[in-house]
């Protein structure tokens, strides 16, 4: 059943917004600038505070918004007022007993992602945590927005509702409703759709091969299986801002809207367009799973400091394991396509050795000095909570689903936590999230969380897989092992990874060197090629320049490791793993073959 929401009457929300309004204005594109301006009323208080996000939900990394603004000033009418910087992100006017405060400055935009701000000839596209100051004390209150475009013919975009007397003005319920709308402005291609009776939007910027009827009904049918889960659509409508240009891959989700970013040549071949609607599936599944289902460290935001929260294994690599079902379900593809994907993404996780540093837990609670602050260790001492969360996710629907021949899942996992936390948006405890997927489960799992959640142990794919008929088979790597991964910089083969105990660490060599030859002969891109030519145990002479000093190394090859693995039929499965496999995927088992 669909839940019902009452709208605020917009006669109401114009006359309370009055104390609050925003107009951003573009007047030289070319710049990049974004010009703002605030108007506020009856501020009680003589003095006036005022401070811009440090980062935005949904990206958990302290941005820094501040350090884009610019040309900073404070007006009532005519007359300026005295202003001084308190911190790096906060600005305190002295209004004195005056009722109107004009506050105008800039914000270059020149970064093109779903967490920042882009202004150019063609459009602009900003976050509210990069562009709009928060008012301490104020942040319940509505606030109205007048976008001022550069040119007559450019149209907005954004999940916002307008004020229909004024033109492009839109109205936030509060703050943080703001800071989670995105606007597009520009002369976007815009398309408009209704699924379950309820108005969707599909803003397109960019030049691409991208068929706009295949993928609205691709939408669609993403749509409709999300909403089949939670039992209705929780929004009156919704905006999907998607940005395409080269070699791009990217997505931000928010409540009734979310921005996406993928290559413009990316929608021909399926492997290419398949991954885009993976992406669509997973920033459309967050609007239950984070917006509204959040953890309790999540609940109340921030935005002056990190919020710490040990669930993003939850929230995101929850999201991320539906992301591959959800088109399995809508019929965008099969289940041999599908355990494909799952295949790589466990090859993923195999293949790194942070799993075996860093517990998923901790991934989650660190991710703000971690996840998204890489470097040549990363690899080594940490596991991502979308990857490691993903595979743990599968392990508990599987688990759940054998305990109770497919009569429960996680699917009810997550509409459980829907119902008790996501409708009154009631922030979960790790301990309360663990209590609802055990009452799911119908059984005791402090020895699974304990093991795979707070702990270090291997994940044990082929326990969970062999009652649905499926193994995980390795496929060892031709070459012998020698452990490191390089990249092509400018004609240059640089090692941007060396894996811990790797035969190359052993020797000495270090990320950041670039690899010429090997036995005196130049490697270029050949590296594996060249391997090939060796075996286990034998010594090579590999030369690398490091930090502009030529240097050879003794590397001891070892035996070739597995280079992927691949999920297969089990041979000659009994009955009750066929019916469990069908129950999980829909399909028998022997159309994988």
């Not at 002295?94 to 270059?108: A, C, L, M, N």
């Not at 801002?241 to 970013?261: P, T, V, Y």
């Amino acid at each position: 059943m669909t839940e019902v929401i009452t709208p605020l009457p917009i006669t109401q929300v114009q006359l309370m917004s009055r104390k609050i309004h925003y107009w951003v204005a573009m007047s030289q594109p070319e710049n990049h600038l974004f010009e703002v301006t605030l108007h506020l009323v009856d501020y009680p208080a003589p003095i006036l505070d005022l401070k811009m996000p440090v980062w935005t939900p949904g990206s958990y990394l302290v941005r820094e918004y501040a350090k884009n603004l610019q040309d900073f000033a404070a007006f009532t009418g005519d007359k300026p007022l005295p202003w001084h910087k308190i911190s790096k992100n906060h600005w305190q006017i002295e209004k004195g007993d005056v009722s109107e405060v004009i506050v105008s400055y800039r914000v270059f935009a020149n970064e093109l992602s779903v967490r920042t701000n882009h202004l150019d000839v063609t459009h602009g596209y900003f976050n509210g945590a990069a562009l709009f100051l928060r008012i301490p004390g104020w942040e319940k209150l509505p606030i109205s927005v007048t976008i001022v475009p550069r040119f007559p013919e450019w149209q907005v975009s954004t999940s916002l509702p307008t004020i229909t007397e004024s033109a492009n003005t839109f109205v936030a319920a509060d703050f943080d409703t703001l800071i989670d709308s995105p606007f597009e402005i520009g002369s976007h291609q815009l398309f408009h759709f209704d699924v379950l009776d309820k108005p969707h939007e599909l803003a397109i910027w960019g030049k691409g091969n991208f068929h706009p009827q295949q993928m609205i009904s691709d939408f669609k049918k993403i749509i409709e299986v999300e909403a089949k889960m939670f039992g209705g659509l929780p929004y009156h409508r919704y905006v999907f801002l998607l940005h395409l240009f080269q070699q791009a891959f990217g997505g931000l989700e928010h409540k009734n809207s979310c921005s996406l970013i993928y290559q413009r040549f990316g929608f021909r071949t399926q492997d290419k367009y398949e991954p885009f609607l993976q992406l669509v599936a997973h920033e459309f599944f967050h609007l239950w799973n984070v917006k509204r289902i959040r953890p309790q460290g999540l609940e109340v935001f921030d935005y002056d400091q990190e919020n710490y929260t040990a669930s993003l294994w939850f929230c995101e690599g929850t999201t991320s394991y539906y992301d591959l079902v959800i088109p399995l379900r809508a019929g965008i593809y099969n289940a041999k396509a599908y355990l494909n994907y799952l295949s790589k993404e466990i090859t993923r996780y195999l293949m790194t050795p942070g799993r075996k540093v860093q517990p998923l837990s901790e991934s989650s609670f660190d991710a703000w000095i971690k996840l998204y602050r890489p470097d040549a260790n990363s690899g080594n001492s940490q596991i991502s909570y979308y990857l490691k969360g993903e595979m743990v996710s599968l392990l508990l629907d599987l688990l759940i689903r054998v305990h109770h021949s497919n009569q429960r899942s996680l699917d009810d996992v997550m509409r459980q936590m829907w119902q008790q936390f996501g409708k009154e948006e009631t922030g979960y405890t790790p301990e309360q999230l663990e209590g609802v997927i055990e009452s799911v489960a119908g059984m005791n799992l402090a020895d699974f969380f304990k093991r795979y959640l707070h702990g270090l142990e291997d994940l044990p794919f082929n326990q969970y897989l062999q009652p649905f008929g499926l193994r995980l088979v390795e496929e060892k790597n031709e070459e012998p092992y020698f452990g490191v991964r390089i990249n092509t910089e400018n004609g240059r083969e640089v090692i941007k990874f060396v894996e811990a105990d790797s035969p190359a660490q052993q020797a000495g060599i270090d990320a950041g060197d670039e690899l010429l030859a090997i036995d005196g002969i130049k490697v270029g891109n050949q590296l594996n090629e060249r391997l090939k030519d060796y075996q286990p145990n034998d010594s090579i002479q590999v030369s690398v320049f490091h930090q502009d000093e030529l240097r050879t190394y003794s590397v001891i090859l070892a035996a070739p490791l597995p280079g992927r693995y691949q999920l297969k039929s089990v041979e000659n499965p009994s009955s009750a793993e066929m019916e469990n496999f069908t129950g999980w995927l829909g399909v028998p088992l022997a159309s994988i073959q």
